[in-house]
């Protein structure tokens, strides 16, 4: 069994990763650093800036993630001011944004990092295409997920379980990446 940290500070995300790596024998610990998230164009550099922080505070294995909410009728908007959109306007705010629109296609984005001690960061992505609903609909997971429908399903994120949202999600898209490479060139 391999045990790696987790850095973020929100649960949500927390709980999904541990659920998805445990079928690899991968074990996360939470470790909730105060790393600030830098400005960036794209999820993939904003990981990168987070994990070469990290790198600096720490001595063990770790993963970050970034993720962001991109919605074609807004140009792709939030996309990686996402937190800073949520925090601000939530998903009320985006649905106003969305009242007259018919096509509300979108997709969520992950973008993780995997960093070593010795310096090496490897990172991985993972998307999920979808629509954002017409009103907030369930009361399971966070950010966004009462909005956000993925293709294949009728129900929001947040009307699933952490399983059924792993059998969709961004996130978990990316972790399987990061496991598949993880146990096949660190793990073995
Ligand atoms: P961050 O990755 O924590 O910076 O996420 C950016 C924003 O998107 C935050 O407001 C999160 O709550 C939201 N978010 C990230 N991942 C998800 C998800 O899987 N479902 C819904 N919202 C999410």
């Not at 973020?8 to 024998?25: H, I, M, V, Y």
Request: contains cysteine; proline residues 3%.
């Amino acid at each position: 069994m391999h045990t790696i940290l987790f850095i973020t500070g929100n649960r949500g995300k927390f709980l999904e990763a541990q659920r998805l790596l445990q079928g690899f024998g991968i074990m996360v610990e939470q470790a909730d650093l105060d790393i600030v998230e830098p400005q960036a164009e794209t999820l993939e550099e904003v990981v990168e800036k987070c994990a070469k922080e990290a790198l600096k505070m720490l001595e063990k294995s770790f993963i970050i993630e970034d993720s962001g909410l991109f919605i074609k009728a807004l140009n792709g908007f939030p996309g990686v001011y996402s937190s800073y959109v949520y925090e601000k306007i939530g998903c009320e705010g985006i649905l106003k944004l969305l009242s007259d629109v018919r096509d509300r296609s979108a997709y969520f984005m992950t973008a993780l990092a995997y960093g070593e001690p010795n310096g090496e960061i490897k990172i991985f992505t993972g998307r999920i295409d979808g629509e954002i609903a017409v009103e907030k609909r369930g009361a399971g997971g966070f950010g966004y997920d009462p909005i956000f429908i993925p293709l294949g399903s009728n129900l929001t994120f947040a009307e699933m379980s952490i399983e059924e949202k792993n059998l969709f999600s961004h996130r978990a898209k990316a972790l399987r990446e990061f496991a598949s490479w993880f146990l096949e060139h660190v793990g073995k």
